[in-house]
């Protein structure tokens, strides 16, 4: 789900803010993390109570949220545009900002969202997701994941684009495992993960997404019957069983068109359609347009 949602162009930042300094995200579509290092800063996200976020705190967005970071409700925030295909994923430097006043240390990471509908488990997070350094403690992989991702950026060595970005995917990866543990996830889908049967049905899916599945052979393969399993994936995950393969198809092509030069053929068979226009038909309908305008607008380099 997260290779067919998210693009592997990270942007990594460190920055070094003296109080006082704010700056204010407009919504855009990527997911975005913060990690302090040092100090205090507010986040505040319209509709969500502001957080305070301190020395040792992770913040997720995941959607591309519009929101505010700044030491003090009084601090005036600085408008932040950011076009990550126009910027390399390369560690850059320590940059300053702001006043001479108390200093918050920042990392700040950012990743490009794949262009499509997401699939649903990811679509339904929260649009905030926040660990405090207390809570890391109670999961030592994120609390160790924290501490390697600041000495890493605070000092960037050979491959360091390659380090950040595989200790962003697993952070993210312990992030969402952690969330998925706390009652709020029974609102967003996550608690599809903590379902044994649930669990290996998503994994069957994910894992031959090209088979003629029917509610019945899913039930039998997690040993269920066919209206106790249709009941209870609805009820997890948040969609009908055949609607999530339906979407999850469609966000499987939509990766292999951007990242692929397969025929669009080829990739119909792939997430198992046998005719290209019903496969035509159903990607417009879940992505917006043609299987062609979609590869010719979102093909990356890695797909020639």
């Known amino acids: 789900m997260l290779s067919a949602a998210l693009v592997r162009n990270v942007m990594y930042r460190r920055l070094e803010c003296g109080a006082p300094w704010g700056f204010q995200f407009q919504e855009r579509m990527v997911a975005m993390f913060y990690v302090v290092a040092r100090g205090t800063m507010l986040l505040e996200v319209t509709g969500e109570k502001p957080r305070t976020l301190s020395s040792g705190d992770v913040v997720f967005l995941p959607h591309g949220t519009a929101h505010v970071l ?19 994923a390369t560690p850059r430097g320590v940059r300053r900002v702001g006043g001479d006043g108390a200093t918050t240390s920042l990392i700040t990471g950012i990743f490009e969202l794949g262009p499509g509908r997401a699939p649903s488990l990811l679509d339904r997070l929260p649009r905030v997701i926040t660990i405090s350094a207390l809570e890391a ?28 970005q595989r200790l962003a995917d697993v952070l993210l990866v312990h992030t969402l495992r952690a969330l998925s543990l706390q009652p709020s996830c ?19 899916l994910h894992g031959a997404v090209g088979k003629p599945w029917t509610v019945a052979t899913l039930a039998k393969r997690v040993g269920m019957s066919r209206s106790a399993f249709a009941a209870r994936f609805h009820a ?10 339906a979407r999850w198809r469609m966000s499987r092509a939509a990766e292999l068109l951007r990242t692929t030069t397969e025929s669009v053929s080829t990739i119909a068979t792939r ?11 159903a990607f417009r309908k879940w ?18």
């Open 271 to 281: 997430v198992g359609y046998e005719s290209l226009p019903s496969f035509s038909k």
């Open 70 to 88: 700044r030491d003090a409700p009084t601090s005036k925030p600085q408008l932040i545009v950011c076009d990550v295909s126009k910027e390399k």
């Open 186 to 204: 029974r609102e967003r889908g996550l608690q599809a993960l903590r379902d044994p049967q649930v669990h290996d049905a998503l994994g069957l």
């Open 137 to 164: 403690t109670a999961h030592p992989a994120i609390a160790a994941l924290i501490q390697l991702i600041m000495t890493e950026s605070g000092a960037p060595g050979p491959a360091s684009v390659l380090v950040l």
């Open 287 to 304: 992505q917006g347009t043609s299987p062609v305008a979609f590869r010719r607008r979102h093909q990356g380099p890695s797909g020639h």
């Open 236 to 245: 997890r995950v948040g969609e009908p069983p055949l609607q999530y393969l």
